[in-house]
């Protein structure tokens, strides 16, 4: 079944690896451990970790109790830190298109795509990460 709001494999690691950390705060958290918990690769995981930790977000320490944590409290990392990390930032654009193919006042989809962005953008700007931390 396919999904209308699409985001790529990166950012879904990536959200769900911070959310991960949000959670185990108390230790370091191997990539590994990670992609048996979410059942994706490894190496891909690898890449998107060391996104998280160019910007800032996360922590790397290597060695035999190494891992991965988080470099701010999970009280102040949102969720559009972490996704745009990953994939960007999120468009403005109103358009299925990259570039505009109407006059745009005739939109097939009206406002949608627009008002669908703005949504998605303000949810994960005003999510924390632990504002979903250790729920059931």
Partial sequence: MANILKISEAASMGLHAAM???ENQDRAVTAREMAE???VSEHHLAKVMSRL????L???ERGPAGGFGLNRDGKEISLL???EAIDGAISNHGCLFDQVVCDGRHCILGGLIGQVNREVRDYLANTKLSDHADRD
């Fill in 53 to 56: 930790v160019k910007v800032g």
């Fill in 81 to 83: 830190e972490v996704y």
């Fill in 58 to 60: 996360v922590k790397s």
């Fill in 37 to 39: 918990e979410f059942k």
């Fill in 20 to 22: 991960y950390l949000a």
